[in-house]
């Protein structure tokens, strides 16, 4: 039993366990290149924080290097779960995430990797060892500290260095992008140091961008087909278009969103989310003022205090009465706090609706919808609704009452067969309000807009790529996880086309607005209307990282490096590989109308334009 211990408390034990563990995390965020310069790398930092708090004078250090062991194998169990869903790992800006992944515990335990708690499996013995060697006497035996501190000099000017990265290297970025402790520190150092020195676009170079977006034509197509009508916009939780037509087993998942498209639709079936860390916040955000979100967080939460000029002032413009509705809690999202300046005069959310049917985190879209309807029926002026679907939310968990689709047994406990379930479910409801709008005479002088706000299926999970292949008949890629519709429904229009031009939610207020009839000379608007657009373009801010973007025919994914080298690029709906050298100037373009939006946001500049009374 003592040699048994001595071998789990020896130096040897414990460097092999510290390389296991750094094995393990660098295999669950998918690092493939130069992982053994990474495992050195963090075995390195991992033995210099184990040597300087044992040789530290500090009263209880025992306890302090526990809980740092503890709080940075924490971290790393945050980097693979959140990399699991965001294709990325946490930075300092995302800390304000924590309040929203609680509220929604299903969705987050859903995410869950069971490998991902192999990276606390050393922590006892770590501290075990600790307790035994971690003495100034021991270590000095076995590190001298005459010869070690010179050695942890130079570590520490090459963190530095690597940090800093002064001649911008490429090799350098990419340790910094993947490795965990100067991925971390770096993201630290980047947040200070662009808090510290911002550099503000000139007003006259940030117009000078929008006018240069979208060249109107002088006569737009279906402008103001909708004009004079009411009209609601509905968001659709976690509805991928290759959903839309589609069929399993002979049964239609979406025939009401089909029979919709038959007649007096637009469809737009090449439009992607391009969604922020705020998720169906920022897609609501994005599609709301046709400005992109950024990748600090929620922009409803980020400018809350903004003066803003989109949709929902628009109508109100127009004379509309402007409104949203949603059947969970009206703070989530800091909906309740930033909606009054995003031009919504009033919210109806869960704490405002009769909750006697939930699925899920909320209030059913059926009974909703039902809601929706007896509030639009005590309109006595023309109405602007913006409701926003919540029963295909992850993890797809809906009683069996509401499943009507019969699938297989092998999909039937998947978590593919659970999204099409309830896909189908959200697809009734949209039936079912069609039918009570008709009912109350409100369908006939109402435009219906509906889009998907991001993914459902992940395609970087295994199962569900497995099915995805089989059903799509192709690698299930980003080009389609990213792909959602966009359906816009004007009665008594006779217009029926379907776009296959690339948009994306940052596009969906200048489309609607030339649907509406409605003026954006007084508007920023970083997107363009793709009814009108001869091009498609949309940049990207997570899954794929800043300078990722589609245009008509392609999607190009930047390197998780932010550089060109290890980048790459494909044909939309072909999975054809093409080089992805050639699109510098798309790239470019990316991040210039990022930067551009971005700066919109930070300068509040539509209130040096705008006032609202």
Known sequence: MKKLKDIIASPYFITFLFAFKMMVYYSLINVNRMEIVMIILSLIVWAAIFTCFGRSGLKGKRGIFLTVYFLLSLLMFADTMYYNYYNQTVSIRQLWQAKSVAAVPKSFLATLIPASFLLFLDIPFAYYSFKKYATKEILQKLYPWR?????????????????????????????????????????????????????EMEQEEILEVLEEVAPEPIVPKYHG???????????????????????????????????????????????????????????????????????????????????????????????????????????????ESAYPNQGFQNYYSMEDLN??????????????????????????????????TLSNHHPFDIEDKYRTLTLSEADEESKFGDYLQSVHYTDEAIG?????????????????????????????????????NAMLGRTYDYDEMLNVPLII?????????????????????????????????????????ISNATEGFVA??????????????????????????????????????????????????????????????????????????
């Open 225 to 335: 087909i909708g004009e004079g009508k009411n009209l609601i916009v509905i968001q659709l939780e976690a509805v991928q278009d290759f959903v839309v037509g589609a069929e399993y087993d002979g049964q239609e998942i979406t025939p009401n969103l089909n029979r919709l498209i038959e007649g007096d639709t637009l469809y737009y079936n090449q439009y992607y989310t391009n969604t922020g860390k705020g998720n169906t916040a920022d897609a609501e955000f994005s599609s709301m003022n046709s400005l992109y979100p950024v990748d600090d967080g929620e922009s409803y939460r980020l400018y809350q205090d903004n003066t803003f000029h989109g949709l929902p002032w628009l109508m109100r413009e127009q004379g509309y009465y402007s409104f949203a509705i949603h059947g969970f809690e009206g703070e989530f999202w800091n909906r």
């Open 489 to 529: 429904h004007v009665p008594g229009s006779g217009v029926n086309q379907t776009y296959s031009v690339t948009g994306g939610q940052v596009d969906f207020m200048p489309t609607i607005a030339n649907i509406m009839g409605l003026d954006l000379d007084e508007t920023f608007v970083v997107g363009q209307d």
């Open 432 to 468: 079912q309000l069609i039918a009570d709008l008709k009912a109350a005479g409100l369908y006939e002088n109402t435009v219906i807009a509906l889009y998907g706000d991001h993914h459902g299926l992940n395609c970087g999970m295994e199962e569900i790529t497995d099915q995805m």
């Open 540 to 613: 990207f801010t997570t899954y794929l990282f800043e300078g990722s973007f589609a245009t008509s025919d392609i999607i190009f994914e930047i390197s998780r490096e932010g550089i060109f080298e290890g980048s790459r690029a494909w044909k939309i709906g072909t999975n054809e590989v093409v080089d992805a050298a050639l699109y510098q100037k798309e790239y470019d373009k990316a991040i210039l109308l990022k930067t551009t939006s971005k700066e919109i946001l930070e300068q509040n500049l539509i209130a040096d334009f705008i006032t609202h009374e």
């Open 147 to 199: 010869k070690l501190k010179y050695v942890l000099y130079v570590f520490t000017a090459l963190i530095i260095t690597l940090i800093v990265n002064p001649f911008h290297s490429a090799a350098i970025e990419r340790v910094n992008s993947m490795e965990f402790f100067t991925s971390h520190v770096t993201d630290i150092y980047e947040t200070i140091s662009d808090n510290l020195d911002q550099e």
């Open 355 to 388: 909750q006697e049917e939930m699925i899920g985190m909320g209030i059913s879209d059926k009974s909703m919808f039902k809601q929706l309807v007896s509030i639009l029926q005590e309109q006595t002026t023309n109405f602007f609704t913006f409701a926003i």
